[in-house]
């Protein structure tokens, strides 16, 4: 399954909103500085879909991103 995630970095709390089915849009604290946040937010992932593998396969350097969520 694929999801597309925007992430707002240095955001002042962490707030996870579902815009549709595989549209999200995450606010970590972490600032989008050597790979923070992007850890942070497959951290996040991976408790929403427990079990599962998540990868960030396209956006690595990018707010927008494309998630691959594997069993």
Do not use: C
């Not at 962490?14 to 790979?35: G, L, M, W």
């Amino acid at each position: 399954m694929y999801i597309k995630v925007r992430v707002i970095a240095g955001a002042k709390r962490e707030v996870v909103i579902q815009e549709s089915t595989d549209h999200f849009k995450i606010y970590v604290k972490e600032p989008a500085e050597r790979n923070l946040a992007n850890t942070r937010v497959l951290e996040i992932v991976r408790v929403k879909f427990p079990g599962k593998n998540v990868q960030i396969i396209n956006g690595h350097h990018s707010p927008s991103k494309l998630l691959v969520i594997d069993d």
